[in-house]
């Protein structure tokens, strides 16, 4: 059965600080596909990234970063300089569906940064 | 970016009475559409598969006959509660899939209240 564990339920950290969103993945299948979703209090996804389980390159997108690790199942999550504006539920899920079709959520991280 | 949209955006109804919700797609096609739902503080959990033209494939643990979903057309997803309780309660999300680029795009949500 597959599964997403995100254990930090919530994290609080200062305006500037770096954070690390955990997730960790469980799936029988070769070829599967994991996801990072942001929701801010006003409720809409809003999509991150994808990435296929043949694909463990980390990726930089400005202050995002994502650890993809097989050995571990883990998809890890990094801010840098994190902003009043990253605070939300952060959510790491997983598809055997490139259209992230049927989308198994992990219980999300919620994100406080503070001023 | 394609969008899909949701309304009403949130619906308070008494105990007993049905709601509907709807899902559209409006500016491409949508074949497939889901449905999740998010209790507060709590992840998203897939309800359904909307397929058009054809009956919805439920959930494990979702009553298909309280919750009621009609993909009449290619841009166009309801979902009914039907005689709603407290505990349906939650915040109703819909996705769709376009198929051109193989890609779920999520509508903002619907919050629905039971008093």
């Known amino acids: ?115 | 970016g394609a969008v899909v949209s949701q309304h009403p955006s949130w619906v308070i109804c008494k105990s007993g009475t049905s709601v509907k919700i709807e899902c559209r797609s409006l500016d491409f096609q949508a074949t497939t559409m889901f449905w999740y739902r998010q209790f507060p503080k709590q992840s998203l959990m897939l309800m359904a598969t909307s397929n058009e033209g054809s009956k919805a494939t439920y959930e494990q643990g979702v009553e298909k006959d309280k919750f009621l979903i009609n993909h009449a057309s290619l841009t166009l997803s309801t979902l009914t509660v039907t005689s709603a309780h407290p505990e349906d309660s939650s915040f109703y999300i819909c996705s769709a899939i376009d198929r051109g680029p193989y890609e779920q795009y999520f509508g903002p949500g619907t919050r629905l209240t039971v008093t």
């Open chain 1, 1 to 115: 059965a597959q599964k997403v564990t995100q254990a930090q339920t919530e994290i609080s950290v200062v305006e500037k600080e770096d954070v690390t969103l955990d997730c960790v993945y469980e799936t029988r299948d070769t070829t599967y596909y994991l996801f990072w979703y942001k929701q801010p209090p006003s409720g809409e996804l809003v999509f991150l990234i994808r990435r296929n389980s043949f694909d463990e390159q980390n990726e930089i997108s400005g202050r995002y970063s994502w650890n993809f690790q097989k050995s571990t199942s883990s998809f890890n999550f990094t801010i840098t300089a994190s902003q009043v504006v990253d605070s939300a539920v952060y959510f790491c899920a997983l598809s055997e569906d490139r259209s992230q079709g049927n989308l198994i959520f992990g219980k999300g991280t919620k994100l406080s940064v503070k001023p």
